[in-house]
């Protein structure tokens, strides 16, 4: 009996052990957590009384809200000019502000340009705002962009336009006013009407406009800013590539007329002034054609060689420069302006075909004047007949030679001109 007792005494003891280490337990995990809680590094008084207020604040705007309805003001006569209405509120702002651009291709012959775009967007949606006192001086919060009406921003006339913006993550700011702005990313591919007369040294001006197409322009004023962070000298010249370097970049608002009043609309603008770095030209087309044209010569009047020789040499540099003016043509627009680089490719053919014709004549020259100089012995026919020979080659090769010359000088001149 005494046994059976001790037993339960034991068990008791070791149930009020366990027991007793159980509350132990939960008490520092209680203690740990609430620490944890109210540590000042992860938690503050003030930090919760503004979740709360700014949940209050939230569910005071969003409660009646309705996002799919705009807030811009429609008791407007479109046909009639902006501001008649006096007692009505002004037109309704839209801002597009760009914060950077980079300038990622240039397709010459479809006459496109493709930039990446960081756009801010700014509006006004009067049912958000409050008063900022009755809510502790909240003046601002972020919501998702689902939750408030949103202008759909369109580009004008361009080919494509890619959103890079994760579509389920989106976010605007709001401030009391009611003063809305959110962040795009976007890459747009727009259509550049290219002047390549100075081909390889030009420089082109490109357009990337936005506009809101659904709205009247008596109803809605389009606007546009440009960061004036991107302007700075180390910025800017990020903004370019490794074969167009961005010289300018403006902003200014266009009204797109025609000859009703309800077609009207505000473009915002942002223009681009590219220059083209020619180096590569210089290098790989330039520079070598001189060097073939230049050789080419020499071995079309070279002495001793035979008349099929010397216009197999000619032959094989017109087929080079051919071939150097297709693939030039594959690189820019077809358009009725012949490039500086193909005008300069063309100069060289021609004075190949004008070697080519030199020989020629020289050969059939000699053929007929050779037998009539030495029909009478003359001192002046003699020179005449010496001069027939290789000293009139000597001197039409170096013609074409200082030709050739100054037809590639021009070019490196104006690639000087160009500012290297």
């Known amino acids: 009996m005494h046994s059976i007792d001790f037993v339960r005494h034991l068990i008791n003891s070791f149930s009020v052990f366990y027991l007793a280490m159980f509350f132990v337990l939960i008490t520092v995990i209680l ?62 702002n839209y801002t597009v502000f760009l914060y950077y651009l980079k300038l990622v291709e240039v397709q010459e012959p479809e006459e496109k340009v493709s930039v ?96 809101l197409p659904i709205f009247y322009r008596v109803q809605v004023e389009v606007l546009n800013e440009i960061y004036k962070g991107i302007m700075d000298e180390n910025i800017f010249k990020t903004m370019g590539n490794s074969e167009w370097k961005l010289i300018n970049l403006t902003n200014r608002v266009e009204v797109l007329r025609y000859n009703d009043n309800m077609g009207n609309m505000d473009l915002a603008i942002f223009e681009i002034t590219i220059r083209r770095n020619p180096l590569y030209y210089i290098y790989m087309i330039v520079f070598p054609s001189f060097i073939i044209n230049f050789v080419s010569i020499v071995g079309v009047f070279l002495n001793g060689a035979d008349k099929m020789s010397r216009l197999n040499v000619g032959l094989t540099n017109i087929m080079t420069m051919t071939f ?82 100054a037809n590639f000088l021009v070019m490196v001149g104006l690639w000087f001109d160009d500012g290297l």
């Open 31 to 92: 203690e740990f957590t609430s620490a944890f809680y109210y540590d000042p590094v992860y938690y503050v008084p003030k930090y919760k009384d503004f979740l709360d207020v700014q949940s209050k604040l939230a569910k005071k705007l969003f409660d009646d809200y309705d996002p799919t309805l705009s807030p811009v003001y429609t008791w407007t006569d479109i046909e009639r000019p902006i501001g008649y209405d006096k007692e009505g509120p002004n037109r309704w």
């Open 116 to 211: 990446v775009m960081e756009l801010m967007e700014y509006w006004t949606d009067a049912r958000l705002s409050w008063n900022a006192s009755h809510y502790k001086n909240t003046t601002t919060f972020y919501a998702r962009q689902e939750r408030v009406w949103s202008p759909t921003l369109t580009a004008f006339g361009v080919n494509d336009i890619l959103d890079f913006r994760d579509q389920d993550n989106r976010l605007v700011c709001i401030d009391q006013s009611g003063f809305v702005w959110n962040y795009l990313s976007v890459r747009i591919s727009a259509n550049c009407q290219m002047d390549v007369s100075r081909f390889p040294f030009d420089t082109q001006i490109c357009q990337i406009r936005f506009c």
């Open 324 to 405: 150097i003016l297709g693939v030039m043509a594959d690189k820019i627009p077809r358009t009725g302006n012949i490039p500086l680089l193909g005008i300069y490719i063309i100069i060289n053919l021609v004075i190949m075909l004008i070697a080519i014709a030199i020989v020629t004549a020289i050969t059939e020259l000699r053929r007929w004047a050779t037998p009539k100089l030495r029909m009478k012995k003359t001192a002046l026919r003699a020179q005449m007949e010496i001069f027939l020979g290789p000293p009139l080659e000597y001197t039409c090769a170096i013609i074409l030679e200082l030709m050739t010359c």
